[in-house]
C-alpha cells in the first residue's frame, strides 16, 4: 500500500552514516514504473544512463526535426522559464517523456532534464517550482488519481526550499516516499523500512537554509540484486567510495549533488 509522504520539523543533525545492504536493490526491473523509466535508462545506452547520472553536468541533442522512438534530449542550465518552454515543446510537440529533472543553483534557481521518446508511456505528470506546501498537496491529489511518485529533486532558492518531481500511472509493489526528513531522520527511515524488505530507489540531498534535509523513496521489489547507498559524503569521499564499490562490481545508479552552509555533499545509490 502507498503510503503518504510527510514533512518533518525536527532540526537535529546527525553525522554521516555508511551503508552496506547486501541483497538489496533499487532498480525496478519488475515494475512497469522502470520499464518506462530506470530500465529504459540503464537498457537504453549509454547515453541514457550517463544524461541520468550526469544531470549536474548535463549534454545537449538539438530536436529541430521529429524525435523517433528511442531518441532523447537533455537540457542544463535552463531558467524557469526556459525550462518550461523545453517541457512544452519537447512532450507537447515530440511526445516526450520526462524522465528526470533537477533543480540548482543558489538565488536564482536552474534546471537540468532529460526527456526520453518511448512507444508506450504510461500516464504520467511533472512539476517544478513546488514549495513544500505545494508538493504536499500534489503528492495528495495525484496518488489519490492512481499516480506514485518516481521522482522528488528539492533544490534551494532564494525564495525557500522548492521541489521539482514526476508521477507516473501503472503496477507498482508497495511503496513509501518522505521527504523534509533531517539527516537523523533519513537515516531512521533507511533503517525502518529497509528492515521491512524496502529498498531506496530515489534520494535526493537539499539543503533548506539552516541544515541538510533528504527527499526520498522506497519500494519493495522481490528478487533484487546487491544494493549500496550513501548520504552526506564529500566530493573526496563520494570518490574513494565509488572507486571502492566500481571495484567491487557495483554500478552508480543515481547520485544527487547539495550544498550544505557553503560545502559539497553527495548523496548517492550502487546496485551489481
Same mark, same amino acid.
Given at each position: 500500500?502507498? /503510503? ?5 520539523? +525536527?532540526? /537535529?543533525?546527525?553525522?554521516? &552514516? +555508511? @551503508? ?5 536493490? &533499487? ?33 545537449? =541533442? ?99 526550499? &522548492? *521541489? ?20 537523523? =531522520? ?6 525502518? *523500512?529497509?528492515?521491512?524488505? @524496502?529498498?531506496?530507489?530515489? +534520494? ?32 573526496? /569521499? ?5 572507486? /571502492?564499490?566500481?571495484?567491487?562490481? @557495483? ?22
Amino acid at each position: 500500500m502507498a /503510503q503518504h509522504s510527510s514533512r518533518s520539523l +525536527v532540526i /537535529q543533525r546527525s553525522k554521516q &552514516r +555508511v @551503508y552496506d545492504l547486501s541483497s538489496n536493490i &533499487r532498480k525496478c526491473e519488475n515494475i512497469a514504473l522502470a520499464a518506462s523509466r530506470r530500465d529504459l535508462l540503464r537498457a537504453g545506452s549509454a547515453g541514457f544512463a550517463s544524461a541520468l547520472i550526469g544531470t549536474l553536468v548535463g549534454s545537449s =541533442q538539438e530536436a529541430k526535426a521529429e524525435i523517433p522512438v528511442g531518441g532523447w534530449v537533455a537540457r542544463h542550465g535552463l531558467t524557469a522559464e526556459q525550462y518550461q518552454m523545453a517541457f512544452n515543446d519537447f512532450v507537447g510537440n515530440h511526445g516526450m517523456q520526462l524522465m528526470d529533472v533537477s533543480g540548482y543553483g543558489a538565488a536564482t534557481p536552474l534546471y537540468a532534464a532529460l526527456w526520453v521518446k518511448t512507444g508506450s508511456p504510461p500516464a504520467w505528470q511533472g512539476r517544478h517550482g513546488l514549495t513544500a506546501a505545494d508538493y504536499q498537496a500534489t503528492f495528495n491529489q495525484l496518488t489519490a488519481e492512481g499516480y506514485h511518485p518516481v521522482l522528488v529533486n528539492g533544490y534551494a532558492t532564494a525564495a525557500g526550499t &522548492r *521541489f521539482a518531481c514526476i508521477f507516473q500511472q501503472g503496477a507498482t509493489g508497495p511503496w513509501v516516499a518522505r521527504h523534509g526528513l533531517t539527516a537523523q =531522520q533519513y537515516q531512521a527511515a533507511f533503517d525502518e *523500512f529497509t528492515s521491512q524488505g @524496502y529498498q531506496l530507489d530515489w +534520494v535526493s540531498g537539499y539543503f533548506d537554509g539552516q541544515q541538510d534535509l533528504y527527499a526520498a523513496i522506497w519500494r519493495q521489489q522481490p528478487g533484487a540484486p546487491a544494493w549500496q547507498a550513501r548520504h552526506g559524503l564529500t566530493p573526496a /569521499q563520494y570518490q574513494t567510495t565509488f572507486d /571502492q564499490l566500481v571495484a567491487e562490481g @557495483y554500478r552508480l545508479e543515481l547520485v544527487s549533488g547539495y550544498t550544505s552552509g557553503g560545502q559539497d555533499h553527495i548523496a548517492a545509490i550502487w546496485t551489481k
